[in-house]
């Protein structure tokens, strides 16, 4: 296991650092988990951002998009389990609307 780190290092030397796609905010990292479903990262990215076009990125504003549209925005991730990636991205979204007053930043200090 001692050799990994070399390695990593190598081709971070090579081909410069790894880049994420993933969004770095708390809630934004679950909605791209809920995006998509056993899609490589150019699909989940597609997905997010075609959710940030039509419906935005703020809990309220994906409290408020009717099911449908979500359902929309996680078609475009995977057909498999639209609805309940659909449901659970609204879900989310009032819980912490609701609960962590629309931000889970504070959650990451704990």
């Known amino acids: 296991m001692a050799i990994l780190p070399g390695i990593l290092r190598a081709l971070a030397r090579h ?3 790894q880049r994420s796609l993933a969004p770095k905010d708390p809630f ?10 056993l899609a490589d990262d150019p699909t989940r990215a597609l997905a997010f951002t075609f959710l940030k076009t039509t419906v935005g990125l703020r809990p309220r504003e ?4 009717p ?10 991730g995977g ?8 449901a659970r991205m609204r ?3 009032i819980r912490v609307r609701d609960k962590w007053r629309g931000s889970l930043r ?5």
């Open 91 to 93: 879900d989310v979204a």
């Open 79 to 86: 057909s498999i389990a639209v609805a309940q990636r659909a």
């Open 62 to 65: 994906v409290a408020a998009a």
């Open 106 to 110: 504070s959650l990451s200090r704990l």
């Open 15 to 17: 081909y410069g650092p």
């Open 28 to 37: 934004q990292l679950l909605l791209w988990e809920y995006v998509a479903y």
């Open 67 to 76: 099911l449908p549209v979500l359902a929309v925005v996680a078609r475009k």
